[in-house]
């Protein structure tokens, strides 16, 4: 198996190594704490910075404000924030997570409401997996969620483990729908 940049793939990487290279005076600390004044502002900037230069969002489509390429781009956009030591995106949940799920099974409101704030940094989302007897284990979340006529959702449950709520505009939650199915096909993602 040859692990090597095919020459496309080494120009993708030579562009991204540069603008890094040109613009990394302009990035905030790689590690610092959300709780020092204007750390997540800066993160916010600086992640804008990297969609506006083409580095988050890689393998969204190009009409969703990505690249439209592939995992091995994203791989090597990694590798290159890693080298030039600057931090990556703030909202690796949003970005990495939810934007995709969107993309595939949102509605057109869904995705032009949040995937312009999300992959800009202007919103930022949490994770709302983990819960009380369960952890990570999501055939175990008992948190439930209930529609009514009005097709709006009652949830009903408490979540222990939120990455990002200290500076999230939303949240992701997953919560199980129907009881009478097996644990693993009846949840749904809010």
Not at 36 to 49: H, M
Not at 85 to 110: N, T, W
Not at 173 to 185: C, G, M
Request: charge should be negative; glycine fraction near 12%; charged fraction near 25%.
């Amino acid at each position: 198996m040859d692990l090597n940049d095919t020459p496309e793939q080494a120009e993708y990487r030579a562009r991204s190594r540069a603008w890094l290279e040109q613009n990394r005076h302009e990035a905030p600390p790689r590690s610092g704490s959300y709780e020092d004044e204007g750390y997540t502002d800066a993160r916010r900037a600086w992640q804008r910075r990297l969609a506006q230069a083409g580095l988050a969002g890689v393998t969204w489509p190009q009409e969703f404000g990505g690249q439209g390429l592939g995992p091995i781009e994203q791989v090597t956009v990694n590798q290159e924030i890693s080298r030039a030591e600057v931090p990556g995106i703030l909202d690796v949940i949003g970005i990495g997570m939810l934007g995709p799920c969107l993309i595939a099974h949102g509605s057109e409101e869904q995705k032009s409401r949040h995937l312009g704030p999300m992959l800009y940094g202007d919103e930022v989302w949490c994770q709302l997996f983990s819960e009380p007897g369960a952890g990570s284990d999501l055939a175990a979340v008992q948190t439930h969620a209930r529609q009514g006529d009005d097709r709006s959702w009652t949830l009903n449950g408490q979540k222990v483990w939120t990455t990002n709520a200290q500076f999230a505009s939303f949240g992701l939650l997953l919560a199980r729908t129907d009881a009478d199915v097996p644990k693993h096909k009846g949840m749904t993602m809010f």
